[in-house]
Each structure stands twice: as structure tokens, then as C-alpha cells.
């Protein structure tokens, strides 16, 4: 088992061998750049210089359980996929079985972000993706743990930086 010594660095490569060999099925021309695989972890506006434990965690889960988090993300873009042929009309652009050996036919995983919210001991995490349904936008897929949480092209979700709505109060609504 591997464990993750975060050294200072918010943003970093990470050496996944399993998501960098499905990277490989998406082109040819492909590049996978010599650092690994990015990682990004979303830092809270705090003075503590080090990553929630929730944040470590769940680098580490993905760390130790690549094979396990690849095959989440295959049964995750079953819905996905099905709801791009449903828009586009058209199904013939993703196999009818998906597996982490094809996995990266139809995604190019770029980049993950560990993000600040978390629960039961994990962060959420979210995987920008180049998406061979929407390939001008891609796709963000978040996840927390082997569990799918929601997707949208990239752009249209914002988890890296939220907006508070805790300022904001209601109106009271009196009944007579």
C-alpha cells in the first residue's frame, strides 16, 4: 500500500499507471507529458499550509485502488454515454461494452482535482476529461470514492470555486 507525502505542492503530476495506459487508446498522437498525470488540490482560503486529511485520503484511495476507480468511471458512463446518443441521435461512437481496456477510446482523463468537500473520512474528487461525445467541450465527472456523483461538459459545474449562498436570508411568510 502507498501512501502520499504531500511536499508543498498544490498541483503535481502523478505517476497512475493504470489511467495513463487507458490515456494511450485515445490517439495515436497522444502525448502523455513527462510528469504523470495532474492533480490539483483545491486549497481552502485558511492558514493552514497543509491539505485536509479528507483530501490525502482520497489521493491515496486513488493511489491504491486505480483499477477499482477506472471501472467506477466505465459503469458511470454508461448513463453518460446513453444521454449523448439520446441528444446527438447517434450511439455509434461509443462501445457497447465499456471496460478499463477501452475506457480511453471514448475518455481522455486530463486532470483530477481533490476537492474541499468531503465525508465519511473522503473528499469529493472530479475528473476533467476530454470525451469523445462532446469533443469541444469534454467532461467533468465527479466522484467520491467508487461512487459517481454527477457529470456536465466542462464549464457548466464549478466545485473548485462555489459560490456561498449563507449571506442570503429568506422572507418570512406569515399566514393569517
Keep these: 500500500m502507498e501512501d502520499f507525502k504531500f511536499n508543498g505542492d498544490w498541483e503535481f503530476g502523478l505517476n497512475l499507471k493504470a489511467f495513463l495506459k487507458s490515456n494511450l487508446n485515445w490517439s495515436k498522437n497522444y ?4 510528469d504523470g498525470l495532474q492533480v490539483k488540490i ?3 482560503k485558511s492558514y493552514d499550509p497543509d491539505p485536509l486529511k479528507e483530501q490525502i485520503n482520497t489521493i491515496n484511495f486513488i ?3 486505480e483499477l477499482t476507480v477506472l471501472e467506477s468511471i466505465c459503469k458511470a458512463l454508461v448513463p453518460i454515454n ?3 446518443g439520446e441528444r446527438c441521435g447517434e ?3 461509443f462501445p ?9 477510446e471514448v475518455l481522455l482523463i486530463q486532470e483530477i482535482s481533490i476537492l474541499k468537500e468531503h465525508k465519511n473520512d473522503q473528499a469529493y474528487y472530479e475528473l476533467s476529461c476530454g470525451y469523445k461525445g462532446d469533443e469541444e467541450h469534454g467532461l467533468i465527472i465527479v466522484m467520491h470514492g467508487e461512487q459517481f456523483i454527477e457529470y456536465s461538459a466542462i464549464g457548466e459545474m464549478d ?5 456561498s449562498y449563507t449571506h442570503l436570508t429568506l422572507p418570512t411568510i406569515y399566514s393569517v
Design 82 to 84: 446513453n444521454d449523448y
Design 42 to 44: 483545491v486549497d481552502s
Design 96 to 104: 457497447t461494452k465499456l471496460t478499463v481496456g477501452n475506457l480511453g
Design 91 to 93: 450511439y455509434d461512437w
Design 159 to 163: 466545485y473548485i470555486n462555489p459560490v
Design 31 to 34: 502525448n502523455q507529458g513527462k
Design 63 to 65: 493511489i491504491n485502488n
